[in-house]
């Protein structure tokens, strides 16, 4: 297991004299993602990635150990992390709620996370490999993230003291993918806000009628 993880680092690592270029790497990210949404996995190779990119296959073979990987962190790069960066903000308590669900609402409600999200759970009875990576690498971390934030809003007594935040996020992250890719109805970002606020207040949060956006609606009458 140590040599296959040595491997690895080593394949993303520069050689000696020959510094990362950030334009190439972020080149190869955003292509990866381009090819990926628009042909699937199956049509996502190092090939056409790095035509797409401009780069030579060597130069993303010296980066990624493989096709998986690569678009594992290209759908992590252009996913972004500006809710991670709000759960870590040491704001109060409802504020830090109300940011979250701004900021969310504006990246899930984008057609571009919609193709990618689909994309995705597209791929996993043919190569969960893809999910695995995605979930090692970028999700389990991002979760532990939201995991501890949950634990402080129950020690600041926004919610139950039995609540289960591993569950909680199955719940949000469930209902966002049901409403974004089998739900009919609107996906806009002022929807998917309504939506997460009323998630919130489902799951117990006080304050529901500031959370659920009630009282700037009835000031704005």
């Not at 297991?1 to 394949?11: E, F, H, L």
């Not at 759970?121 to 979760?143: F, T, V």
Request: proline share 4%.
């Amino acid at each position: 297991m140590r040599k296959t993880t040595q491997k690895r680092n080593s394949r993303r690592q520069a050689g000696p004299g020959r510094p990362r270029s950030v334009a190439a790497d972020n080149a190869i990210l955003r292509a990866a993602l381009d090819v990926f949404v628009e042909r699937g996995l199956d049509g996502a190779g190092i090939e056409q990635v790095a035509k797409r990119a401009g780069v030579a296959r060597t130069t993303v073979y010296r980066r990624w150990d493989s096709k998986e990987s690569l678009i594992a962190e290209a759908i992590a790069q252009g996913r972004g992390g500006a809710d991670e960066t709000v759960l870590r903000n040491p704001i109060s308590p409802h504020g830090r709620v109300t940011e979250v669900v701004n900021v969310l609402a504006k990246m899930v409600s984008s057609a571009e996370y919609r193709r990618i999200v689909a994309r995705l759970i597209g791929s996993i009875p043919d190569c969960p490999q893809l999910m695995a990576a995605y979930w090692h690498a970028y999700l389990a971390p991002r979760r532990r993230v939201e995991a501890n934030a949950l634990e402080r809003a129950r020690a600041e007594g926004l919610l139950r003291e039995d609540a289960d935040a591993e569950l909680l996020l199955d719940v949000i992250g469930g209902s966002v993918m049901y409403r974004l890719l089998i739900h009919p109805g609107d996906s806009s970002e002022k929807d998917i806000r309504s939506y997460l606020r009323r998630i919130m207040r489902q799951l117990g949060l006080e304050n529901a009628k500031v959370l659920a956006g009630e009282s700037s609606e009835r000031g704005s009458n």
